[in-house]
């Protein structure tokens, strides 16, 4: 069960069967949505099928291992974030920040989700994390921060060790594993550790540039 995205309702798949509901999607023989008409609630499928609506949510789906790939955010060395993660593999430190890319901070970022806790406990220490590195720079007068590359390796390299001895690695089955062999989306811990972790950062492991 641990190998794919746990459903925690025994009535929303049964819920899809219901005569109120219409699935529409690009799998197999399905339709898929094509646009949504100009100034209406109705969206036109591929096929041609028009649907009108009550409400549209846009939700991010489940491109569970596409970490912001979707913007262009170009780092130090002028490559684009998002080639450098298809290319590369995700690899970033505690899921926060990334190596060549100075004063870029995230929450919720590869390696931080959870399939155990709350992910509220994980925000709230990335952002414990986040705010002493900009206090820092601010009373310093610090131009800015960077990860040190090797920092980032060996956090990555003791990560993917400690995910090898779970249930989540299974190489056919594992919806958490990416294309290139990596587990990049779950921690390999305790919430109670990665709390530890970013209870205080080390400035010593970071480049630092002044004004």
Not at 28 to 44: L, M, Q, T
Request: glycine fraction near 6%.
């Amino acid at each position: 069960m641990g190998l794919k995205r746990i459903c925690l309702s025994n009535e929303y798949l049964s819920s899809l069967d219901n005569d109120n509901v219409e699935i529409i999607c690009k799998i197999n023989d399905f339709d898929e949505i094509d646009h949504i008409v100009s100034n209406s609630n109705i969206i036109k499928t591929k096929k041609g099928k028009e649907i009108e609506l009550d409400c549209i949510i846009y939700c991010t789906g489940y491109d569970v291992h596409g970490h912001d790939t979707k913007m262009d955010i170009y780092g130090n060395k002028g490559i684009n974030y998002k080639d450098l993660m298809m290319k590369s593999g995700v690899k970033t430190y505690l899921g926060i920040m990334t190596h060549s890319y100075p004063n870029l901070f995230g929450l919720l970022g590869p390696n931080t989700g959870l399939g155990h806790n709350s992910i509220i406990v994980m925000i709230e220490a990335q952002c414990n994390w986040i705010l002493q590195c900009i206090e820092k720079m601010m009373l310093n007068n610090w131009k800015e921060i960077d990860i040190k590359k090797d920092v980032q390796q060996k956090w990555n390299v003791k990560l993917q060790k400690q995910l090898k001895r779970m249930v989540w690695d299974d190489k056919e089955r594992s919806w958490y594993k990416s294309e290139k062999g990596d587990i990049d989306t779950l921690y390999g811990w305790t919430t109670l550790y990665y709390m530890w972790e970013t209870w205080k950062p080390n400035f010593n492991q970071f480049i630092v540039k002044l004004p």
